[in-house]
Nanobody, 127 residues
């Protein structure tokens, strides 16, 4: 399974970006997670949804600003809407598919619980 994140770019604080994650055409996202990693920092959990696409989870630093969603028509795609971006959001963003999409909660915040990862897309937010 190949995943590809796209939609990154350079924006100013307060602006928005929408990231997309596209999987191989035969793959269907039952769950999805987004992580980010800035230079010199550990990979950080951003957001995830579980098997039904309706149960969503967010890292504390993005709650209320980011929204994860699944494309229920194109089941091999998912999105991360990022609003009110801040300079601290600057990082490379990765999408991933969980090993077991039927868990809930904290399961999704640990990178070890994901089996497929896409290449990152860079997001740079200037003040």
């Amino acid at each position: 399974v190949q995943l590809q994140a796209s939609g990154g770019g350079s924006v100013k604080a307060g602006e928005s970006l929408r990231l997309s994650c596209t999987a191989s055409s035969t793959f269907r996202f039952e769950g999805m997670g987004w992580f980010r990693q800035a230079p010199g920092k550990e990979r950080e959990f951003v957001a995830a949804f579980s098997w039904n696409g309706a149960n969503t989870y967010y890292g504390d630093s993005v709650k209320g600003r980011f929204t994860i969603s699944r494309d229920n028509t194109k089941r091999n795609m998912g999105y991360l809407q990022m609003d009110n971006l801040k300079p601290d959001d600057t990082a490379s963003y990765f999408c991933a598919a969980p090993r077991n999409p039927y868990y809930d909660g904290a399961y999704y915040s640990d990178p070890i619980n994901y089996s497929f990862w896409g290449r990152g897309t860079q997001v740079t937010v200037s003040s």
